[in-house]
């Protein structure tokens, strides 16, 4: 790895040329700055951290709160594509990352006194549930640089999947292929459930359905044994539904094992439908109808849109992106005969 010595060797020129021309002088020519860039990349120097940080006062990483609805933490595959793509972005952009937790070694601290901790710029907020609102809100509030995924919190970015798009997108593709009696298992309460089901009640009025409360009912995200058993209290209702949505493509596991165990055939005597789009999913046999959601966008969206806050400072104007999907039509939902 070359020396700033090194480079100016190379270029012919002063030690203190080459540190002014890597680092945006306006007293070095431009043809000289291209020049020593240039022999920069091509000997692959590497600015001393220490030394960037000190002068910038920036730590040029990113912290990631990452606290999944499930047990599944970074093995969850929508999740993981997520923080996959942003880790590849930062990376690209020029920033580390770590992880922001409530613990630093035994001792229990906030999350805002972590992220000061380790002196990141910004923090990537990915939560799949409101459980750990209060110190979620607290970092939120602790004036770092924030961009959320799938939240929205006051003065913070949010990278958003368009679950209201991906809903309506799915929804009125059950309805097309003739299906009225449709019930909608959903996940816990978070931001994410309310946006699909405000959209999944708006879409059933807008096609005239009256859909009886006993059809929407709250599961679990990615917990098939939960989908199982709301499944089976959806069969024994008096009118039951000829096609479920499930929360998504883990959960509708334990849907379909219930359809089995009942004797009835998908998509022959049932419909059923996943979201995610999960590669698993599309392993299936028939194989899933879901709304696949574009997780590498929103993970490098979120990558850009923290860089942006950590440069702008207090200039940042925070934003919502919303990012859509895309239906995967799928084998588990059948057309009605008219």
């Known amino acids: 790895m ?3 010595r090194q480079i100016a060797e190379h270029c012919g020129v002063s030690v203190s040329t080459v540190s002014k021309a890597l680092n945006g002088a306006e007293d070095v020519s431009q043809a000289t700055v291209r020049r020593i860039r240039l022999a920069a990349d091509e000997m692959g120097y590497m600015p001393n951290a220490a030394a960037r940080a000190l002068k910038t006062r920036r730590s040029f990483s990113f912290g990631v709160l990452f606290a999944a609805a499930s047990e599944q933490g970074l093995t969850h595959e ?20 770590c992880f922001i937790s409530d613990h630093l070694g035994k001792r229990r601290i906030g999350y805002a006194e972590h992220a000061r901790y380790r002196n990141v710029d910004g923090v990537l907020i990915v939560v799949g549930t409101d459980r750990d609102e209060d110190s979620v809100r607290e970092l939120a509030g602790a004036g770092i640089p924030i961009v959320c995924i799938d939240s929205v919190y006051s003065g913070c970015g ?25 019930a909608f298992i959903h996940g816990e309460n978070s931001f994410v459930t309310r946006s699909r089901v405000a959209a999944f009640r708006r879409v059933c009025a807008e096609k005239g359905l009256t859909i009886p409360e006993d059809y929407i009912v709250e599961g ?7 989908a199982q058993l709301l499944t089976r209290r959806l069969l024994a209702l008096p009118a039951p539904p000829k096609c479920i949505l499930y929360p998504d493509d883990i959960a509708i596991l334990g849907g379909l094992q ?3 165990a009942a004797g009835l055939s998908v998509p022959r005597d049932m419909s059923a439908a996943g979201y995610d789009g999960t590669v698993i999913g ?14 590498e966008a929103m993970g490098s969206c979120a990558a850009e849109e923290l860089a942006r806050a950590v440069e702008a400072g207090e200039h940042y104007d925070c934003r919502r992106v919303l990012i859509p999907g895309t239906l995967i039509e799928g084998e588990t939902v059948r057309r009605l005969d008219s």
């Open 2 to 4: 070359a020396t700033i």
């Open 78 to 97: 929508f999740f993981s594509r997520i923080l996959n793509s942003f880790k590849t972005r930062a990376g690209e952009l020029g920033y580390d990352i």
């Open 158 to 182: 949010s990278v958003l999947s368009d679950n209201d798009q991906g809903m309506t997108a799915l929804l009125e593709h059950v309805i097309a292929l003739g299906h009225r009696r449709i």
């Open 220 to 226: 679990l995200y990615h917990k098939p044994e939960y």
């Open 258 to 260: 219930e359809l089995e």
């Open 282 to 295: 599309q392993a299936y046999h028939p194989r899933l109808t879901t709304l696949r959601q574009n997780a």
